[in-house]
């Protein structure tokens, strides 16, 4: 969208990217706005933007509060890519916050303590999951033994305690950024089975035994 034949631009965070970026807004919506005769009142606006570097698409919702005539910002809404993950809402604290903290690092280039985060969250998860003593491999061979956690679930596990290990305790080798993202993403779907599709599976069961 341009005004006055000026590009308009705003900064988001890209997660191809893994940076804050310009990206050009290229159609806004006002889709709601009530406004009295004193100019007092609120609107709702969509806007569709993208990318300067890599064309990743951006897609939000900002809500204005109107006085005298001037438009205030009160909310935005990010609809895409989707900042709110679907476990977050059953994820306990304790795992969460390594998750958040995971994030905050890798978008800061600080792969090691990306690794580290990452790891942390994995003794979280024992911790929440009732194995809360003993050296973290062992506490992941007995949620595996308990079916908690699955042989493939245990292996991702297992691989991160490992990555976590070289960025704590390794002084010849760092965490590049590819192992970084793999922790990250393998994290993600180990709270994701744990604290939203089992939930979610279970949620089924009741629906289809009433």
């Known amino acids: 969208m341009s005004t006055n034949g000026e590009i308009e631009k705003e900064l988001n965070f890209c997660p191809t990217c ?10 806004h919506y006002t889709k709601d706005q009530v406004m009295n005769e004193e100019l ?12 300067l570097n890599c064309g990743n698409p951006f897609l939000k919702e900002h809500d204005y509060q109107i006085i005298d005539g001037n438009s205030y910002l009160t909310n935005e809404t990010q609809f895409f890519p989707d900042r709110e993950k679907p476990f977050a809402k059953n ?8 998750y958040q903290e995971a994030i905050k690092c890798y978008r800061a280039n600080a792969y090691d303590a990306c690794a580290i985060m990452c ?49 704590a305790h390794s002084h010849d080798l760092s965490v590049g950024q590819e192992d970084a993202k793999d922790s990250l993403d393998f994290f993600e779907a180990l709270i994701t089975y744990l604290y939203h599709l089992v939930n979610q599976y279970q949620e089924l069961k009741k629906r289809r035994n009433k």
């Open 40 to 51: 007092h009142g609120h609107s709702t606006e969509i806007l569709l933007s993208k990318c």
């Open 119 to 167: 790891r942390k969250g994995i003794e979280a998860i024992c911790i929440d999951k009732g194995e809360k003593k003993g050296k973290l491999v062992s506490r992941l061979e007995n949620l595996n033994s308990k079916g908690i956690l699955e042989n493939t679930l245990f292996d991702w596990a297992n691989e991160l305690r490992l990555i976590g290990n070289d960025g």
């Open 91 to 98: 994820c306990p604290k304790i795992v969460i916050n390594p």
């Open 18 to 27: 893994n940076s804050v970026v310009e990206s050009q807004i290229e159609f």
